[in-house]
């Protein structure tokens, strides 16, 4: 992979990856289907985080789909019937990547992850949707639980991750009513960070990334990391929990971002961190 031009792996064609300026664009790219999940997006998403997670040009990743459509959640025909048609192994298989890549991989991913929602989000595209650490959303993007409608649950982790993200009634009435709802309420009951118009969306995701960019990647990785762990933990596990995070996170870290910090606030006066990060450029 380089910084500057579109690279797509052999045999990936339906996931796409850009890397410019230290930030990947991996793009859903089935827009004909609204980038519904198959068997090939599952097993090219994880050799394409496979790759990002080793290739220094990566900084911050993005997700967004191609066209008008962030994902319409698993393909029915392609990840549903034709496997349950199918040897149960090969089943067991294809659920067990696509959570490596949707749940387990995503949540835990060690560098940023955005998702940059530009159309329909529906069913089982809400995993990769609360995955990623932040989400930004074109103000007039469809959102919809339709599961309901099809006479099943959203499961795989799907209602899972809507308990950690939203209220106790705001995510029953959409799991029990199917009804769809638009970037600007996603962002109004905490699904998303903003809403934007559509023609400011890549800019503001991209603003949101040099962001991310300009701080120290162990610690972000680490503060990321911590915050996982804590919420299903003891008020007291999570303080012990924390107190070593915090112990490793600056002995390993190479830049000594603690120290450096307190020199320049403390001893130089050159750095206020409530207005910015501390120099590492020294």
Request: glycine share 8%; proline share 4%.
């Amino acid at each position: 992979m380089n910084s500057t031009s579109q690279t797509t792996q052999a045999g990936q064609k339906s996931v796409l990856v850009d890397i410019q300026d230290g930030i990947a664009w991996v793009c859903l790219n089935r827009p004909e289907k609204r980038n519904a999940i198959n068997p090939a997006i599952v097993r090219e998403m994880n050799e394409a985080l496979d790759a990002l997670e080793m290739d220094d040009a990566c900084k911050v990743v993005v997700i967004t789909g191609a066209g008008d459509s962030f994902s319409a959640g698993q393909d029915l025909k392609e990840y549903f019937r034709e496997p349950d048609a199918g040897h149960p192994v090969t089943r067991e298989r294809l659920h067990k990547a696509n959570a490596q890549w949707q749940w387990r991989r995503m949540m835990h991913f060690s560098k940023p992850t955005i998702a940059m929602v530009n159309g329909w989000c529906f069913g089982g595209a809400f995993q990769v949707l609360l995955a990623c650490d932040l989400a930004i959303a074109n103000e007039k993007a469809t959102f919809g639980l339709s599961e309901i409608n099809w006479g099943i649950i959203p499961a795989g982790i799907v209602t899972k991750s809507v308990a950690m993200a939203m209220m106790q009634r705001t995510a029953l009435y959409y799991i029990m009513t199917g009804e769809p709802f638009d970037g600007r309420r996603a962002a109004e009951i905490g699904l998303v960070n903003f809403a934007v118009p559509a023609d400011e969306l890549k800019a503001r995701v991209t603003k949101l990334a040099q962001t991310l960019m300009q701080k120290n990647p162990h610690v972000l990785r680490a503060a990321k990391s911590g915050y996982h762990y804590v919420r299903e933990m003891s008020w007291d596990a999570s303080a012990e929990y924390l107190s070593a995070k915090s112990d490793q996170a600056k002995f390993r870290d190479p830049e000594q971002g603690d120290q450096q910090g307190m020199k320049q606030f403390l001893d130089e006066k050159t750095f206020r961190p409530g207005l910015g990060g501390y120099d590492r450029s020294r």
